[in-house]
Nanobody
Framework: QEQLVESGGGLAQPGESLRLSCAAS????????IHWFRQVSGNQRELIAK???????WYSESVEGRFTVSRDNAVDTAYLLMNSLKPEDTAVYYC???????????????????WGQGTQVTVSA
């Protein structure tokens, strides 16, 4: 029954905004940090944002000041608000859960089939 599903991607013009969602089910959501990643074809997944169980946040230099990560434990969902989108933000976006008490990810970092399809964001030039 355990699932993580990303949604909200799509086509945007430079300067526009999108909000991605990461919905969990069958998981003790509140006990997990949420990590957001993105991947350009041919590259490794890039960690771009985190929110901890205590709602502390972290962002990579490439998105800091433009993206905002949040969570709603009442509905087991995390969000990534992406403002001021740039063409270089074009990628497939994924979320993952990290459980500090176990030091484990829900999706194994190097097991590609665990990551599913993500949600595609395309920012047109």
């Amino acid at each position: 029954q355990e699932q993580l599903v990303e949604s909200g991607g799509g086509l945007a013009q430079p300067g526009e905004s999108l909000r991605l969602s990461c919905a969990a089910s069958g998981i003790r959501f509140e006990r997990n940090d949420i990590h957001w990643f993105r991947q350009v074809s041919g590259n490794q997944r890039e960690l771009i944002a985190k929110i901890t169980t205590t709602s502390d946040t972290w962002y990579s230099e490439s998105v800091e000041g433009r993206f905002t990560v949040s969570r709603d434990n009442a509905v087991d969902t995390a969000y990534l608000l992406m403002n001021s989108l740039k063409p270089e933000d074009t990628a497939v976006y994924y979320c993952n859960l990290y459980r500090p008490e176990n030091k484990k990810y829900f999706r194994a970092p190097h097991r590609e089939r665990d990551w599913g399809q993500g949600t595609q964001v395309t920012v047109s030039a």
